[in-house]
């Protein structure tokens, strides 16, 4: 299983950046899928959920009303758009999945694959 995380870089706050990430190796529409970040000095953490079929989303508190979750089954692809970005954003954002995840899933423990992350920075 391969994920490849895209789409970071540098924003001042306020703006907006889309992340995305490839699949491969798995039956991607068997999956729910996952974003997380990492933040420097900071523990991996939850940001958002999707269910295998993309009906059902689940958001950290932190980014609900700024990001949303999406996929496309059709070409393995989870993505991550991100507005009004704020300087506490500034993080690496890794897609995950696990075998046994679902839309409910938000501890990186539950996680069997994971990107390589790619670097938001937001400035203030």
């Known amino acids: 299983v391969q994920l490849q995380a895209s789409g970071g870089g540098l924003v001042q706050a306020g703006g907006s950046l889309r992340l995305s990430c490839a699949a491969s190796g798995l039956t991607f529409s068997n999956y729910a899928m996952g974003w997380f970040r990492q933040a420097p000095g900071k523990e991996r953490e939850f940001v958002a959920t999707i269910s295998r079929s993309g009906g059902s989303l689940y958001y950290a508190d932190s980014v609900k009303g700024r990001f949303t979750i999406s996929r496309d089954n059709a070409k393995n692809t989870v993505n991550l758009q991100m507005n009004s970005l704020k300087p506490e954003d500034t993080a690496v954002y890794y897609c995950?999945?696990?075998?046994?995840?679902?839309?409910?899933?938000?501890?990186?423990?539950?996680?069997?694959?994971w990107g390589k992350g790619t670097l938001v920075t937001v400035s203030s």
């Open positions: 995950a999945t696990g075998r046994f995840m679902t839309v409910a899933t938000t501890e990186t423990r539950a996680m069997d694959y």
